[in-house]
């Protein structure tokens, strides 16, 4: 009941949904002093329910700092078999984001193109997911790294991805518009699927 009253409250004024967001931020971070059986009830409404909303604010990074620590209290096990899988798979090919980041900035250079080029592995919870939604083994996960390309005009993008699309081959079937359908979060973005240079 009183979640209900606190999710009541959050629709009437933004401030109560930060001031909720930022607390449960906090509360997870020290959540290890907790009996287990707690932390997992904890987490797993961090998980159904303030994550999701962290998302639609498109507050990112406290998104996935709550779905990371909501993994890591809930399904500890699991957490850790995938990091185990994830050091085995990508142990050899960490340089790789390295050698991508570079190509993709020395093309955005030669066009004259001004962006921003980060690339990451990607979080933990986000591969769990997709091999939950997907029904897909840890092996059958191959998009484990990511690259964000930060330009100033919509128009760019487009560009960027003509760049991209030219240094790595495409999969099929893998392309998302977001600048056209922007996410109900007002997320905009080209999101692509690409054969780095290890395959």
């Known amino acids: 009941a ?9 629709t009437r004024d933004i401030r109560v949904i930060l001031i909720k967001l930022a607390d449960r931020l906090h509360n997870m971070r020290t959540l ?10 904890i987490s797993r409404e961090t998980l159904d329910i303030f994550a999701p909303i962290a998302n639609r604010l498109g507050i990112n990074r406290v ?26 798979t990508c142990g050899a090919r960490v340089e790789m984001v390295g050698t991508v980041e570079t190509a993709v900035k020395r093309a955005l250079h030669q066009e004259e193109i001004h962006g921003k080029v980060e690339g990451r592995r990607k979080h933990l919870y986000g591969i769990y997911r997709k091999m939950r939604e997907k029904h897909r083994a840890f092996s059958e996960v191959v998009d484990v790294f ?7 005009r919509v128009d760019t993008c487009y560009r960027v991805l003509g760049l991209v699309h030219n240094l790595y081959k495409p999969v099929p079937g893998r392309f998302k518009d977001y600048i056209a359908i922007p996410k ?6 080209l999101h692509t699927v690409l054969i780095g240079p290890q395959g």
């Not at 009183?2 to 009541?8: T, Y």
């Not at 998104?63 to 994830?86: N, S, T």
């Not at 109900?184 to 973005?189: K, L, T, V």
């Open 146 to 152: 990511a690259f964000r390309v930060t330009v100033d």
């Open 2 to 10: 009183s979640l209900q009253k606190m999710l009541l409250a959050m």
């Open 32 to 41: 290890g002093s907790m009996e287990p059986e707690k932390c997992r009830r």
């Open 184 to 189: 109900a979060n007002g997320y905009q973005s």
């Open 63 to 88: 998104r996935v700092e709550l779905e990371e620590l909501g993994f890591l209290h809930h399904w500890p096990w699991r957490r850790r078999v995938i990091q185990c899988a994830l050091k085995k």
